[in-house]
């Protein structure tokens, strides 16, 4: 992800550039009784930039590259879920400046409702 920012006055352009790329995805699920995995909830980075893999029908008994699975209902309330992303940040300017900005780490909380968690006995 790029943003550009320019300036043009009379007799002068100049412009800057910041790229930021993702690193890694930490997930708390809100509890102590669910199962992050892996197991220290820090995603890492897929080869192709990207991080976990959507859902896809077929893949119900597959374990995912990153995720949560919680192990009891929430009961009358919700888990609070929180999501941290990491960022790698850096920018470029005009005349071939550049340099490296601080790692950004962005997040959000997402209450969830579990309502059931199914066994199986064999």
């Known amino acids: 992800m790029s943003v550009t920012a320019s300036l043009d006055v ?7 550039t910041t790229t930021a790329k993702p690193t890694a995805l ?3 699920p809100g509890t102590e009784d669910a199962v ?3 197991a220290s909830g ?4 897929n080869d192709d930039g990207s991080i976990g893999e959507p859902y896809a029908k077929g893949k119900s008994k597959e374990t995912p590259t990153c995720g949560v699975t919680y192990q009891r209902s ?3 309330g919700t888990f609070n879920l929180q999501a941290t992303a990491t960022w ?4 470029t300017g005009t005349g071939g400046t550049n340099g ?3 790692d950004g780490e962005y997040g959000n909380d997402q209450p969830v409702t579990v309502e059931e ?4 006995n064999r």
Do not use: F, N, T, Y
């Open 117 to 120: 968690v199914q066994s199986v």
């Open 10 to 16: 009379p007799g002068l352009h100049i412009e800057a």
């Open 42 to 45: 820090k995603c890492e980075l």
């Open 100 to 102: 490296d900005l601080p």
């Open 88 to 91: 790698d940040i850096s920018w």
């Open 26 to 28: 930490s997930i708390k």
């Open 74 to 76: 929430s009961g009358d």
């Open 36 to 38: 992050r995995i892996p």
